[in-house]
């Protein structure tokens, strides 16, 4: 049965600073797959807009600028230019195992991608960048 839930990023400090809703295909999920739907999402989600220019997810694509907006950073991209999640989402992996970003599922981290839990009504997710991911 579907899903939908809600990824939260989130600076160090606790505030949130972007939500991202989800849909995913069951109640039970891994690490590895929510990182893959939040990915796929988000860049779907710019591909479809054809005028914007600043990109706000999870790694830095390839070839755009990064631009700190106060504590948040975005990605200066060119007009109409179409990004593949793939490559991101192989990234937002390296950088989820070198501690760049950590993931809080109802305030707990998650500790491996093949880490697996369930899905409720309530369940919080929140994405916290340590360090800029730069797509390779």
Request: charged fraction near 30%; aromatic fraction near 8%; hydrophobic fraction near 35%.
């Amino acid at each position: 049965m579907p899903v939908t839930l809600t990824v939260r990023d989130e600076t160090a400090s606790g505030r949130v600073y972007q939500e991202l809703p989800l849909c995913l295909p069951t109640e039970k999920i891994a690490v590895r797959d929510l990182i893959r739907e939040r990915i796929r999402c988000e860049v779907e989600d710019f591909n479809r807009t054809q005028d914007e220019t600043i990109f706000r997810g999870l790694v830095q694509p390839d070839g755009a600028e990064r631009v700190v907006n106060g504590a948040v950073e975005e990605y200066h991209v060119t007009p109409h230019r179409q990004i593949d999640w793939e490559p991101q989402f192989e990234k937002a992996l390296d950088g989820f195992g070198h501690g760049s970003f950590v993931i809080l599922i109802d305030e707990k981290q998650a500790v491996g991608l093949d880490q697996e839990f369930t899905i409720g009504p309530e369940t919080q997710v929140s994405f916290l960048k340590l360090s800029p991911l730069i797509a390779g």
